[in-house]
């Protein structure tokens, strides 16, 4: 940014993977995802199952909605004589990531924020090479702000919060979650790992919290995926005599299919089954620390030299 903050005209491009808004979107939305292939009329019954069982949609879109609102009325505060503008644009549902950035013109700075604080080259490259027509120097991008202070503590405040609720009998085990990845030849899921390692090590020594792990979820059906899975840690966790299960998805950034479904159906009825009681840590959908952690990520990009 120049000196002359009086001037600046800041857009915030908010990039995110985007959710079916209605049973409706379902086709459309995983054609997308597997590159122009319509799945199958088995695999499209399986997923309006899956959509039907946490209420016809998840609260992706909306969560981000507010979460976007609330950045531009943080980020407006913080860049004193600036005017903000934030747009959001989706992976897979429209508006759709090359459409919104075609059309942000006539802006002093562009900044893009992916809503994974633990982004890396390589997890970053499919949303870029959607912008990558429209970026030239006056682009910057946020390339993950998992470090932002506040997201710590949001998490380590809901974290607290759900550890009140259990009894003083209770033998919890502590299971921090994201998103699998592949494992393929060549590609390093190093830095990903790491910053996720770091966040549950900051929230665990914060609150002293025993008996924790980060464990991966949501994996595909093909191929190997990062381990240990979350089913194989609650097992676990069975075998080895806890009496709780406390999930909390460190990995994610809003109540979505993940979260609804993967946890709070498969993991509470796999709970269930072994005896143990299920909970889960409520996700930063409307958490203002949150969102200045995501805004300290726009305001660092926007210091940074080109």
């Known amino acids: 940014m120049t000196e002359d903050k009086s001037?600046?005209?800041v857009c915030v491009l908010v990039l995110d993977y985007g959710s079916p808004r209605s049973l409706e979107d379902i086709e459309g939305y995983y054609t997308r995802i597997r590159r122009g292939h319509r799945p199958s009329e088995e695999e499209l019954q399986v997923l309006r199952h899956k959509y039907e069982r946490i209420g016809g949609q998840?609260?992706?879109?909306?969560?981000?909605?507010?979460?976007?609102?609330?950045?531009?009325?943080?980020?407006?505060?913080?860049?004193?004589?600036?005017?903000?503008?934030?747009?959001?644009?989706?992976?897979?549902?429209?508006p759709l990531i090359a459409d919104v950035a075609r059309e942000l013109k006539n802006y002093d700075a562009v900044v893009v924020l992916m809503m994974n604080p633990y982004g890396t080259d390589v997890l970053n490259g499919s949303y870029l090479e959607q912008i990558q027509l429209f970026r030239d120097t006056t682009w910057k991008v946020v390339q993950n702000w998992w470090d932002a202070p506040t997201l710590v503590q949001s998490w380590a405040d809901r974290v607290q919060e759900t550890v009140r609720?259990?009894?003083?009998?209770?033998?919890?085990?502590?299971?921090?979650?994201?998103?699998?990845?592949?494992l393929m030849k060549g590609i390093s899921y190093d830095g990903y790992v790491h910053s996720l390692q770091q966040v549950m090590q900051s929230i665990t020594d914060q609150l002293m919290l025993p008996n924790a792990t980060?464990?991966?979820?949501?994996?595909?059906?093909?191929?190997?995926?990062?381990?240990?899975?979350?089913?194989?840690?609650t097992e676990q966790a069975?075998?080895?005599?806890?009496?709780?299960?406390?999930?909390?998805?460190?990995?994610?950034?809003?109540?979505?299919?993940?979260?609804?479904y993967d946890l709070d159906i498969e993991r509470c009825e796999q709970c269930d089954h072994l005896g143990m009681t299920y909970l889960r840590v409520p996700m930063p959908d409307e958490d203002d620390l949150f969102v200045k952690a995501m805004a300290h990520g726009v305001t660092q990009a926007l210091l940074r030299e080109v």
């Open 7 to 9: 001037t600046q005209e």
């Open 238 to 260: 069975s075998t080895e005599g806890y009496t709780h299960v406390v999930y909390i998805p460190i990995g994610f950034t809003c109540t979505h299919m993940e979260v609804s």
């Open 165 to 182: 609720r259990l009894p003083t009998t209770a033998k919890p085990m502590y299971v921090f979650t994201a998103h699998s990845v592949p």
């Open 58 to 94: 998840s609260r992706l879109m909306e969560s981000t909605a507010w979460q976007v609102e609330r950045l531009q009325e943080e980020l407006q505060q913080e860049l004193l004589g600036a005017k903000v503008t934030v747009v959001q644009a989706h992976k897979y549902i429209e």
């Open 214 to 233: 980060l464990a991966w979820q949501s994996a595909g059906t093909r191929g190997e995926w990062l381990t240990p899975t979350v089913e194989a840690v």
